[in-house]
């Protein structure tokens, strides 16, 4: 599987072979701390008055390098697709190795990062359900309105909680149709093969 990468991206991976591969190094080493951390705008104002370029333009060369290795550790490409979708930018070979490693050495690292970034979302524990129908009230004295009551149990971090909610059929049947659509869809292999390369 190859990464797509937008022309803008392409535009901030340009600086790369401007600049020496220990500093295309460092700006790897400042990726990875960009995960982890956050940004520093310290560290790009000193790397530019170092190499005499904008601040912005280090940046932007960070944040390059940043989503090309958290796409690749994402999707977890194999080496030879890391290279194939390097080429495409049209760097030296030195440079393509160069990048290479960097992946190879810290796509563990930064899916661990990722992972602790994901939102810990609610688990589904239990369902509870209950149709009501009015069927009169002072005003109409024949009616049918029905009501469907769920109370959903959920699981987060060790901690139960539940959550009420209140509906008409028509729209709970609409629901259940785009959820079974939902299922139909992860059953194509297309997301198949997205749901292999993300765990």
């Given at each position: 599987?190859?990464l797509?990468?937008?022309?803008?991206?392409?535009e901030?991976?340009?600086?790369?072979?401007?600049?020496?591969?220990a500093?295309?190094?460092?700006f790897?080493r400042?990726?990875?701390?960009?995960?982890?951390?956050?940004?520093?705008?310290?560290?790009?104002?000193?790397?530019?008055?170092?190499?005499?370029?904008?601040?912005?333009?280090?940046?932007?060369?960070?944040e390059?390098?940043?989503?090309l290795?958290t796409?690749?550790?994402?999707?977890?490409?194999?080496?030879?697709?890391?290279q194939?979708?390097?080429?495409?930018?049209?760097?030296?070979?030195?440079?393509?190795?160069?990048?290479?490693?960097?992946y190879l050495?810290?796509?563990?690292e930064?899916?661990?990062?990722l992972?602790?970034l994901?939102?810990d979302?609610?688990?589904?524990?239990?369902?509870e359900w209950?149709?009501?129908?009015?069927?009169?009230?002072?005003?109409l004295?024949?009616?049918?309105?029905p009501?469907v009551t769920?109370?959903l149990?959920?699981?987060?971090?060790?901690?139960?909680?539940?959550?009420?909610l209140?509906?008409?059929?028509?729209?709970?049947?609409?629901l259940?149709?785009?959820?079974?659509?939902a299922l139909?869809?992860?059953?194509?292999?297309?997301?198949?093969?997205v749901?292999?390369?993300i765990k």
């Open positions: 599987m190859l797509d990468l937008s022309e803008e991206h392409k901030h991976l340009a600086f790369l072979p401007r600049v020496e591969s500093v295309v190094a460092e790897g400042i990726a990875v701390e960009f995960l982890r951390r956050g940004s520093n705008p310290k560290v790009y104002e000193g790397a530019a008055r170092k190499l005499s370029v904008s601040s912005d333009t280090v940046q932007h060369g960070v390059g390098l940043t989503y290795l796409e690749s550790s994402k999707l977890m490409i194999s080496e030879l697709d890391f194939d979708s390097v080429f495409v930018l049209g760097f030296s070979e030195e440079l393509n190795k160069l990048l290479l490693q960097l050495d810290n796509r563990k930064i899916r661990t990062i992972s602790e994901a939102p979302l609610p688990s589904y524990h239990n369902l209950r149709l009501d129908v009015q069927l009169a009230s002072r005003c004295r024949q009616q049918i309105k009501a769920i109370k149990h959920l699981n987060q971090n060790g901690d139960h909680s539940s959550k009420v209140q509906t008409d059929p028509a729209t709970l049947l609409h259940v149709q785009q959820l079974e659509q139909e869809e992860m059953k194509t292999n297309h997301c198949r093969r749901v292999r390369n």
